[in-house]
């Protein structure tokens, strides 16, 4: 699976930002897919997941009650869309995929492929 991360930019803190994920390949449809993110200096943090079908997601609760994931398996895209944005969620955001027929993961070292990442920036 080939991932590329887009959707990133300069929002105002409250604001609003929809990344997307478009995925190409083989299968997409059998992969669980993550979001995750890297500020400067620290480590890549889980931010959300999301089943194969859809219909199981999980978000760190740094996020969780304004982010929300999705995916569209015809269109092979994922979606993170981000509300009430905050100064902290300032980071670079990763789209990533698990091989096929895996369980959900919270790691990052659960995740075979990776989009090139997309920039996000919120302004106070």
């Known amino acids: 699976v080939q991932l590329q991360a887009s959707g990133g930019g300069l929002v105002q803190a409250g604001g609003s930002l929809r990344l997307s994920c478009a995925a190409s390949?083989?299968?997409?449809?059998?992969?669980?897919m993550a979001w995750f993110r890297q500020a400067p200096g620290k480590e890549r943090e889980f931010v959300a997941t999301?089943?194969?079908?859809?219909?199981?997601?999980y978000y760190a609760d740094s996020v969780k009650g304004r982010f929300t994931i999705s995916r569209d398996n015809v269109k092979k895209m994922m979606y993170l869309q981000m509300n009430s944005l905050k100064p902290e969620d300032t980071a670079v955001y990763y789209c990533?995929?698990?091989?096929?027929?895996?369980?959900?993961?919270?790691?990052?070292?659960?995740?075979?492929?990776w989009g090139q990442g997309t920039q996000v920036t919120v302004s106070s």
């Open positions: 390949g083989r299968t997409f449809s059998d992969n669980v």
């Open positions: 990533a995929a698990r091989p096929p027929d895996q369980p959900l993961s919270w790691s990052p070292r659960g995740y075979d492929y």
């Open positions: 999301i089943s194969w079908s859809g219909g199981s997601t």
